[in-house]
């Protein structure tokens, strides 16, 4: 093995990892945001508890992708580093970036300080201010001077051509959408496609609601039956993952489906996108629309009163999870990777 490949190590599993620890926290947000429908103030206590579990699940991820690369040392500068990067929007594809970020600096910086003098005083020093005020700071400034902005600026830019095209052909409106909304997932780009949803929702382009809510559920529901369908072709633990995401999609979750994504991206991705993209696409076509102007939306295959034609509705997620269940079996490696922990 070379120093390099000695380095960076098994990155997967440095991913896995990292999903291990962040599914309970998604499993919080969902299962919270729906105990948030109680009225009253437990049900403004549950919501306040959803919305911080869901700022958290890019944290966590980052947190426990670092751990994995250099060990408990990582946690704490990861942790503040992925805070940051979540004020600063960067979702779910941020706590990737900086997980992997601020694993090997740290990584590095106990590579530099092994070649000091050691000795008890030496390694305090090192391990509780040295190394985690330095990594926060390199890692703090890489993500707020260097990779924050620029994705910010590229979602500013894709909701301004989206509103650009609220005019035009509502197929490849709702395809592009489609297409954002499964790209990560809860993320930032699905930030954008969801949030220009609500907005033509509120002017009255209804034609663009209903595909997005379309779009919402496909990844979760299709990896979820993908591992109930194909179950051989999973692991235990990503079966039960699988039933997680299958609960997940009740709700119009996308974030169930971002363990499978973490852990081959490459792979998993272009499924969901291409699959909500088709559900996206064929719902416009068939004219199915959400009548009424609602200030949060929540995709579910059973859709809800303000949806024209729920049959088609349906229908159109029948077909997205097909072309998405259809795409992850193909595109699936042959063995899947075990988790440790």
Known sequence: MSKKENFFGDVRKHLMSGVSFMLPVIIIYAFFMVLGQVPGQVGVLFTSIST??????????AAYIAYSIVGKLALAPTFVVGMLSEQLGMGFIGGIIVGLLMGYIIKLL???AGKFKQGQGNDILMSFIIIPVVSTIVGGALVYFLIATPVTN???SIYSWLEGMSSGNAILIASILGAMIAFDMGGPVNKVAYTFAIAASTAGLFHVVAPVLVAITIPVLAVGLATVIFKKRYTDDERVTGKSALFMSLFGLTEGAIPFAVVNPFR?????MVGSMVGAALTAALGVVNTTVIPSLIGTIIGSP???NTLLYVLCHIV???VTITLLILLKEKKSLVVEV
């Open 52 to 61: 911080v579990a869901q700022s958290l699940i890019g944290t966590v991820l």
């Open 154 to 156: 590229a979602m500013d």
């Open 320 to 322: 997205g999870v097909a």
């Open 268 to 272: 998993t991705i272009p499924a969901f």
């Open 110 to 112: 106990v590579a530099i």
């Open 306 to 308: 303000t949806i024209v």
